[in-house]
Nanobody, 123 residues
Framework: HVQLVESGGGSAQTGGSLRLSCVGSGFKDDRYCLAWFRQIGGQEREGIAAIDTDGTTTYADSIKGRFTISRDNGGNTAHLQMNSLQAADTAKYYC??????????????????WGQGTQVTVS
């Protein structure tokens, strides 16, 4: 079964940077979208970035220009480089994955597979 493990969360100062990583395993299909979502308090999870195996990326307006998603050689490891962090970025960040053919990468829709999440706190 698909497993996703995040790492790299923690605390940062306003204007600082953090880099999150996600290692996936158990994919049966060779084209899986890897995405990052975040959940602020009791709000719904927000899709913020996604990357396909060919490197095509999609970003939410809320983080565009500050965060960059990347993927190791189209494989099962994704990263989220977060720069110019703001207090409003404080959230629990989740790695998520789903088959590319279902359109998850282009729409930032909620995929079926999730990691446990990692907390990011900006102050």
């Amino acid at each position: 079964h698909v497993q996703l493990v995040e790492s790299g969360g923690g605390s940062a100062q306003t204007g600082g940077s953090l880099r999150l990583s996600c290692v996936g395993s158990g994919f049966k299909d060779d084209r899986y979208c890897l995405a990052w979502f975040r959940q602020i308090g009791g709000q719904e999870r927000e899709g913020i970035a996604a990357i396909d195996t060919d490197g095509t990326t999609t970003y939410a307006d809320s983080i565009k220009g500050r965060f960059t998603i990347s993927r190791d050689n189209g494989g099962n490891t994704a990263h989220l480089q977060m720069n110019s962090l703001q207090a409003a970025d404080t959230a629990k960040y989740y790695c998520a994955a789903g088959p590319t053919r279902n359109g998850y990468c282009s729409t930032l829709a909620r995929p079926p597979y999730w990691g446990q999440g990692t907390q990011v706190t900006v102050s």
